[in-house]
């Protein structure tokens, strides 16, 4: 398959950016996204040119480690996916794609597709956690936990913070990201003791942070590779409004 | 406690408990709307308009009514303008993955709903408080305001008819996604009774401007 590539080039943080166009020939359409990638910057660095920079770990969906803004959707055309379990063979042949990075004030571009995501970092520093030492792993259902509790808590805490709902809502607003650390932590016994302190603190560390405000337009849960939903938004408040008041 | 008017979370729920109050409002302000339509003669309608400018509770509520109009705006500007600044790049391609269409365009909505609120406020309730409105006298010997007249007369005039309507839309473009908004703010969500607000909403819009419009197209083409 051939395509063209538009995508974001910027030298570092203070430079400004640019798009670069770059013909690839011959792609595989069972290549996934990245390894297109690959062999994009393997063509770039036998030229002497400077590679494209853009974030990956585990290539496996499952570490939150890779991004790109692909085609005018965060993770690119599928649903419920990360930007490494994407294949080319989603694309048409001859298609051109527009790479571009995660874009909010809150993460700064640092070289071409990868963004400075540490802002999630400074949130569940400011609360995302359980202030006791838990110790080793516990036997299974020593804690009784309801078993609708516990299920809302694992969907939650499939978050990956690759911050796709930053990226693709229309505040750069980080309220999906958020309410998924915070549901998942306040649904389940050893969290609730911290939950109000937590929702409190990591809500203002949000806003001072730099994301926008949630207007409720649900493009975050529409992007989430995770399927994350807006219920844990709706649980987020509530946890709030129980924190200011109670 | 005070975060509550500051935060985010808290500036939206000051937005959504006073788009709530306005969503009530707005179906008083039908009802008796359609007073006009009901009755052949505006005396029905000047009565109602009379008992609303003369209670002294409605005179409370109506400060409410103003704070929160107020209140509603001014966190929206707010929220929009953090909004705007959260992204100061933007895309080259759009994200069309918004699920809620109409929210993409509450601030564009809202400019023309309030350009439309202060005409509509110095067309009526300014004439009336502190203008020389047109009074009448009924059989009981009651002197009022004939709001009744003032509106006839003006629905009789194509231009305003249209602008009449078509602000009635934005409105309701407005509604569509405030409403089950408001909802999702207070941190109601749930896999039941969401869809329920959600086409309550719908139900709700649907009424209002098919309500609001009725009334210009009924007296125009009466
Ligand atoms: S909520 Fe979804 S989109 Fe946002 S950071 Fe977590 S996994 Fe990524
Ligand atoms: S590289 Fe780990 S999720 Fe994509």
């Known amino acids: 398959m051939d395509f063209t590539l538009k995508i974001w080039r910027q030298k570092d943080a203070a430079s400004r950016g640019r798009f670069v166009t770059y013909h690839l020939e011959g792609i595989s359409p069972d290549c996934s996204f990245l390894e297109m990638l690959d062999i994009l910057n393997d063509q770039l660095v036998q030229k002497g040119e400077d590679p494209v920079a853009f974030d990956h770990d585990c290539r496996e969906g499952i570490c939150g480690a890779c991004s790109l803004y692909i085609n005018g959707r965060p993770h690119g055309p599928d649903d419920a996916i990360t930007t490494c379990q994407l294949h080319m063979r989603r694309f048409r042949d001859g298609d051109t794609i527009v790479v571009e990075p995660w874009r909010a004030k809150a993460f700064p571009v640092i070289k071409d597709l990868i963004v400075d995501r540490s802002a999630f970092d400074k949130i569940i520093q400011a609360g995302g956690y359980i202030s006791v030492n838990t110790g080793g792993v516990p036997d299974a259902n020593t804690i009784p936990i309801q078993k609708e509790h516990a299920d809302i808590a694992m969907d939650a805490a499939a978050c990956i913070g690759c911050g796709a709902c930053v990226a693709a809502c229309k505040n750069a607003s980080a309220m999906l990201f958020v309410s998924a650390k915070v549901s998942h932590l306040s649904m389940l016994p050893q969290g609730k003791i911290e939950a109000a302190r937590r929702v409190k603190a990591m809500l203002e560390e949000m806003d001072r942070l730099g994301f926008g405000n949630c207007s409720n337009t649900g493009a975050c849960e529409a992007e989430c590779p995770k399927q994350i939903s807006l219920s844990h938004i709706a649980r987020l408040n509530r946890e709030y409004f129980k924190a200011i008041l109670g | ?222």
């Open chain 2, 1 to 222: 406690m005070s975060s509550i008017f500051t935060s985010s979370v808290g500036k939206k729920l000051m937005m959504s408990l006073a788009g709530l109050f306005l969503i009530v409002f707005l179906l008083v302000h039908l009802g008796i709307n359609l007073l006009l339509i009901l009755y052949n003669s505006p005396e029905t309608y000047n009565r109602a308009a009379h008992f609303m400018q003369t209670n002294i509770l409605i005179k409370i509520i109506e400060i409410v009514l103003f704070g929160g109009f107020f209140l509603h705006m001014i966190y929206g500007v707010i929220v929009q303008i953090e909004n705007w600044l959260s992204r100061p790049k933007g895309y080259r391609v759009a994200n069309y993955s918004q699920t809620s269409f109409f929210s993409r365009f509450m601030i564009h909505t809202a400019a023309i709903i309030f350009v439309f609120l202060v005409i509509h406020l110095l067309d009526f309730y300014f004439k009336a408080k502190f203008g020389e409105p047109k009074l009448v006298t009924y059989s009981d010997g009651k002197e009022m305001v004939d709001f009744g007249s003032m509106i006839i007369a003006k629905f009789h005039l194509p231009g305003f008819v249209i602008g009449y309507i078509l602000a009635i839309l934005f409105l309701g473009f407005h509604l569509l996604h405030g409403f089950q908004s408001a909802f999702q703010t207070l941190g109601l969500n749930h896999k039941t009774y969401t869809p329920v607000v959600k086409a309550l909403g719908i139900i709700y819009t649907l009424v209002v401007v098919s309500g609001f419009t009725a009334i210009p197209l009924v007296i125009y083409f009466d």
